[in-house]
């Protein structure tokens, strides 16, 4: 079973703070995707990585997909009580229909004004 | 433009007691997904549906789980009987298979159910 770590699983940090999540895998992805989950709502595409190395930025956010297409981090730069939520990874495999998507368990952000 | 829908948003039930969810997905989709998200297991996919037809339904945990889409605008996921271990926040999703190939495109998922067995 392929399986998406996300690291930490939780964090609660300062207004105006760095932080980093991780999402990891022993598997090789065609693509991988994140998704921010506010409470009592959906989750809601934030970016879609294709490339091996491939380094994306949504405003403050920075997403980046390793080489070997295994990894990817989302890198929050000056965080906002706004960027409060469930951070999500999902990966394809390669080969596979929209049905293979994986999802890791999340990272649950907290940012304190 | 209206987003997936479903409902009810909130269902407590007591164990034993069928529960009936439903969803309306986005138009002109054509793949629809059914999630359940709990605390220690995550999202998890239940069942997806392509052009109305069951594509793969390995998520459905039991028999007493059941999903159908009777038409490109509506699909239903029923437990019966439902049991406490059934708690959980259940979302529709869709998405179009032209957006990105590769299953790249993104999904569009709906606010949830979320379903409280006694």
């Known amino acids: 079973t392929q399986l998406l770590e996300q690291s930490p699983q939780f964090l609660s940090i300062q207004e105006g703070e760095n932080l980093t999540v991780y999402c990891n895998s022993s598997s090789v992805f065609s693509s991988l995707q994140w998704y921010r989950q506010e409470p009592g709502e959906g989750p809601v595409l934030l970016v879609t990585?294709?490339?091996?190395?491939e380094v994306k930025k949504l405003k403050r956010l920075t997403f980046q997909f390793g080489d070997a297409r295994k990894d990817s981090s989302l890198h929050i730069t000056a965080a906002q009580p706004g960027d409060t939520g469930l951070y999500l990874c999902a990966a394809m495999n390669y080969g596979g229909s929209q049905g293979n998507l994986i999802f890791g368990k999340g990272t649950k952000l907290s940012v304190k004004p | 433009d209206a987003g997936v829908i479903q409902s009810p948003r909130h269902e407590v039930t007591e164990m034993g007691q069928e529960v009936t969810l439903r969803c309306k997905p986005i138009s002109g989709h054509d793949y629809l997904f059914w999630y359940r998200q709990t605390m220690m297991r995550g999202l998890e996919l239940l069942i997806y549906f392509n052009n109305n037809v069951p594509i793969d339904d390995s998520g459905m945990p039991e028999d007493r789980f059941s999903a159908k889409m009777p038409n490109a605008s509506f699909s239903t996921l029923k437990i019966q009987p439902s049991e406490p271990r059934d708690s959980a926040v259940y979302f529709c999703a869709s998405t179009s298979g032209s957006s990105g190939g590769a299953g790249t495109g993104e999904l569009f998922f709906g606010e949830g159910s979320r379903l409280t067995v006694l």
């Open positions: 990585v294709v490339t091996g190395g």
